[in-house]
């Protein structure tokens, strides 16, 4: 976020240079101080943009056409060759566009067990006076359903489609691997909490369930009451830290790459509610799976603006182009080994994120 806040310091923690407030926000130098020198940071990732739905399409998918494949699904698609899953959603913000038989919702509230054990069904709350009762489709809701299922793929066929692709037949072997290695017994964390979130998103990864995860925090964008975003802190750092640590303890850092995305930053003035709008830039951390090396890339002018940013070395450079959420994407799909040209067309690709 791009400013200081009352009593925030500048301290050198795992070699890099750190707003801190070790007060409100114990967790953020905690982190830094124990895997500063093994991330990589990306500051000054232009969006171009201070709505929410344009920043949401930039940065996850590179372009504001959200009908394409995002990053989680494109990453999948790259890595997930002999997974069951390309990519599974924790969050429910997933929008994988052409490339949705790779991928896999297991629900904010794990309704997908449900879907696959109705055995394990909740029961209706005690107060509801509502029984629960099976619901059996008739004919016509059958029907209705497939035409809309068919007006949906004539809506997908019409537009613009990142060149990736799954046929049916593979589509359908993924259905039923991933059949096979559910548990739904097993599928109980609360996903409403993010160590719930990672904790299980970690267990699909390293079980080769899956190649790619998405998880979310929200809560951020507070306008007028920028101080909760200290707890936001909190809970942010506190559960990556419990994530890397998860990962040494399984001897699986250089296994697990872990991007950690904002969809935007803070405007650097006050608003008239002594809160902080939006700002048409971001920044990103890497963690394990090789990328990470105590690295900072890109950054900001001194009017918190955007900076040119060499694509090679990734060192600021006014002589250079500013670097566009499509050219940082097209960085990271290139570091996982996909080709950026193909999954973004047109994007300059950061190319110092490769390890």
Sequence with gaps: MPGRKAGEDIEVLGGLRVGTNRTL???????????????????????????????????????????????PTLAGQVLGIDTPLGVIDLSGALEPGPLGPTSARMGRRQQVAGLLDPTLAAPPPADSGRPLVPWEPSESAEVAARKVMASRAARWATGPRVPFHVDSAEARERADAWREVADPASLSPDLLNLEGQLDLAVDLLLSDVAASAL??????????????????????????????????????????????????????????????DH?????????????????????????????????????????????????????????????????????????????
């Design 25 to 71: 926000r114990p967790s953020t130098a905690t982190f830094f101080e124990r895997w500063g020198a093994k991330a990589t940071f990306i500051n000054g990732i232009w969006t171009g943009s201070i709505g929410h739905p344009a920043f949401r399409a930039r940065i996850f998918h590179g372009t504001s056409d959200r009908r394409t494949a995002d990053l």
């Design 279 to 355: 700002w048409p830039l971001t920044s990103a951390i890497l963690l394990g799976g090789g990328l990470g090396t105590g690295r900072v890339l890109g950054g900001t002018d001194e009017n918190f603006g955007p900076r040119g940013v060499d694509r090679v070395d990734g060192e600021a450079s006014d002589r250079a182009p500013v670097l566009t959420a499509a050219d940082f994407l097209g960085g990271l799909i290139a570091a996982l080994g996909g080709d950026p040209e193909e999954a973004l067309p047109g994007c300059d690709p950061l190319l110092a994120l490769s390890p």
């Design 215 to 276: 998880v979310s925090i929200d809560g951020w964008d507070t306008h007028s009451a920028d101080y909760l975003q200290d707890d936001q802190y909190e809970s942010l750092f506190v559960s990556l830290d419990t994530l890397m640590n998860s990962l040494a303890e399984k001897n699986a850092l250089d296994d697990v790459a872990v991007f950690v995305i904002s969809a935007m930053a803070r405007n650097p003035a006050l608003n008239d509610l002594g809160g902080t």
